[in-house]
């Protein structure tokens, strides 16, 4: 228990900047001008500052929305509270993908938040895919050192030409850093942003052995301070539309300084409990981008059940973007 204490003053003394540019100085847009919904009729929900969304999960549908735009590296970040009590089998998920413009070779940069039984904590996950190599999952899941579903907690993506950069609260988590090795599974085509909430039973939670129990729907997922700060592309050009201080904040957020570099390395030694890169039931030998850790490497030897499951194929289908669909409300969160 004091270990976890010093932890949690640890990471709290670490909030508030980015890789060197200020976080709170980035544009939030409303959901109105930048989103459109996905799937879920009235189980999406946008409150009165048009700003905030909440997304439900119930016997009949899940639920969630996407951004009007691609995007070709940029920095996207959202603030997330998560549903309490029993959510063994629920993902939420905040992840950028061109699946419905790419069906066979899409592109993927994952956040998937995987719920859990009563007394047992959500655990995150996080994965990328390039070129649709799905069959070469680079996944990494970690516990988290606050309770996610007390308050809002922020979850960002940082992608460029070179870089990917997970982080919670402003502190970075994970660091792929592109190889030539990688070749096209770097995430390199226009991306949209997406948000969901959907069943995940036959996989999230002890690799499926617990799945939703909907006795305790609805189950909602609260969402604010979206931020999609970017590089815009033309769907038909494929031309990206990058202003300077955009190009100047991506950059900025790629650089990783030396003491953001010991905050990621405490996370990782102390919550990390999965990664792809030591996984040799999967991987015979490590990824060409994996920097390996004998003591790492030792400690994450025996996990708990792990099975994957990607994002269900609708959820990505174009079909849903070729018309808005408005949902206003009155409700406070």
Request: charged share 25%.
């Amino acid at each position: 228990m004091e270990t976890l204490s010093r932890l949690l003053v640890f990471m709290s003394l670490f909030s508030g900047l980015v890789s060197g540019f200020a976080l709170q100085n980035l544009p939030i847009t409303s959901f109105e001008e930048s989103y459109t919904q996905l799937f879920g009729d009235k189980n999406l929900f946008v409150h009165q500052d048009g700003k905030s969304v909440r997304l439900t999960l119930d016997e009949r549908t899940g639920s969630g929305f996407v951004s009007n735009d691609y995007y070709l590296h940029g920095f996207f970040s959202a603030s997330i509270k998560l549903p309490s009590d029993y959510t063994a089998g629920v993902v939420v998920a905040f992840y950028m993908s061109n699946g419905d413009m790419y069906e066979k070779n899409h592109d993927e940069i994952d956040f998937e938040f995987l719920g859990n039984i009563r007394e047992k904590e959500w655990r995150v996950q996080t994965n990328i895919y390039g070129n649709g190599s799905t069959h070469s999952g680079r996944e990494e899941r970690y516990n988290l050192w606050f309770d996610p579903t007390e308050d809002f907690h922020q979850y960002s993506i940082l992608w460029s030409d070179s870089h990917i950069i997970f982080f919670v609260d402003n502190v970075p988590i994970r660091e792929v850093k592109r190889t030539a090795e990688m070749g096209g599974h770097f995430p390199s085509k226009p991306m949209s942003l997406y948000t969901t909430i959907w069943d995940g039973s036959k996989w999230a939670t002890n690799g499926g052995k617990y799945g939703v129990n909907y006795k305790y729907a609805p189950y909602i997922a609260r969402f604010s301070d979206l931020v999609l700060h970017g590089c815009p592309v033309d769907p038909i050009e494929q031309f990206p539309r990058c202003d300077e201080g955009a190009a100047e904040d991506i950059r900025a957020a790629q650089e990783i300084t030396p003491t953001q570099r010991s905050k990621m390395d405490v996370f990782r030694r102390r919550l990390m409990t999965y990664s792809y890169c030591y996984d040799r039931a999967r991987y015979n030998v490590a990824l060409s981008e994996c920097v390996v850790n004998p003591a790492e490497a030792q400690r994450l030897r025996v996990y708990d059940p792990v099975r994957f499951g990607g994002i269900p194929r609708r959820h990505r289908n174009g079909k849903h973007r070729s018309k808005r669909s408005r949902v206003d409300g009155t409700e406070s969160i």
